[in-house]
């Protein structure tokens, strides 16, 4: 069984920084793929930031050069370190992995695992 733990969720005025963390603990063989998606007060689900094991990364528009997805393959943990945020940074953000899990002797599955949310909330 799989579970993924975000933390690092708050309150910030703008222009502060935030870092999330998102901490995957289970049968976990390899992270092929991370992201950070975020869901504004009624809005939709977007993507935030996304990096692939090749290393290759993608970033919306609008937080290009202020956030920073990175993990940490040793403790199947990923981060988002958000720099001068914004009000309309403010929302529900979520972690998002593509897992490849232990089932048993040779036997893998993959799958996009999400975490619980945690609010961000950013003050003018």
């Known amino acids: 069984q799989v579970q993924l733990v975000e933390s690092g969720g708050g309150l910030v005025q703008a222009g502060g920084s935030l870092r999330l963390s998102c901490a995957a603990s289970?049968?976990?063989?390899?992270?092929?793929?991370m992201g950070w998606y975020r869901q504004p007060p009624g809005k939709q689900r977007e993507l935030v930031a996304a990096?692939?094991?090749?290393?290759?990364?993608n970033y919306a528009d609008s937080v290009k050069g202020r956030f920073t997805i990175s993990g940490d393959n040793a403790k199947n943990t990923v981060y988002l370190q958000m720099n001068s945020l914004k009000p309309e940074d403010t929302a529900v953000y979520y972690c998002?992995?593509?897992?490849?899990?232990?089932?048993?002797?040779?036997?893998?599955?993959?799958?996009?695992?999400w975490g619980q949310g945690t609010q961000v909330t950013v003050s003018s």
């Open positions: 998002q992995l593509d897992l490849v899990t232990y089932i048993s002797a040779s036997v893998y599955a993959r799958r996009d695992y």
């Open positions: 990096s692939t094991s090749d290393g290759s990364t």
């Open positions: 289970g049968n976990i063989f390899r992270i092929n793929a």
